[in-house]
């Protein structure tokens, strides 16, 4: 049995896929109560978050850990953020974690948006899909 069919939910018909493993979660960030509940809320309804901060007081070490609460994905989501890393001529592996992707903030713009001159890839953005963009 493929380790991605060990966890499954199904609703409605539809089988959804989680980890069971969580090398981060929010028991390392201390305080944050208010990031921690904005968190919980974004990735429940899958929204956009901006976090704003002085430097050292968790908005990193927080979004980092954003993709262990976001909802578990189907099938269909999985193949689609692995056709995109296909495209990108990285490694597939089908898990149930969803994407995290956080670019440097000296990025190209084609390395963001994707394109090429010669050979065409996806960029940060498509890489993301169904998952997190942390800039």
Excluded: W
Excluded at 23 to 29: E, G, I, K, Q, T
Excluded at 57 to 74: A, D, E, T, V, W
């Amino acid at each position: 049995m493929h380790p991605l069919c060990e966890n499954s939910l199904d609703i409605q018909g539809k089988s959804y896929f989680y980890a069971s493993e969580f090398p981060f979660d929010f028991s390392d960030v201390l305080g944050q109560h208010r990031a921690k509940r904005a968190l919980m809320i974004a990735a429940a309804g899958m929204h956009n978050l901006l976090m704003e901060g002085s430097p050292g007081c968790g908005k990193s070490m927080s979004i980092k850990r954003l993709r262990y609460i976001l909802p578990p994905q189907s099938i269909e989501e999985i193949l689609e953020s692995n056709a995109y890393y296909s495209l990108h001529e990285e490694e597939c592996e089908l898990s149930p974690l969803r994407p995290f992707r956080s670019p440097h903030h000296t990025s190209s713009r084609p390395s963001i948006f994707g394109g090429g001159s010669i050979h065409a890839q996806a960029g940060e953005i498509a890489l993301a899909h169904n998952g997190v963009l942390f800039f």
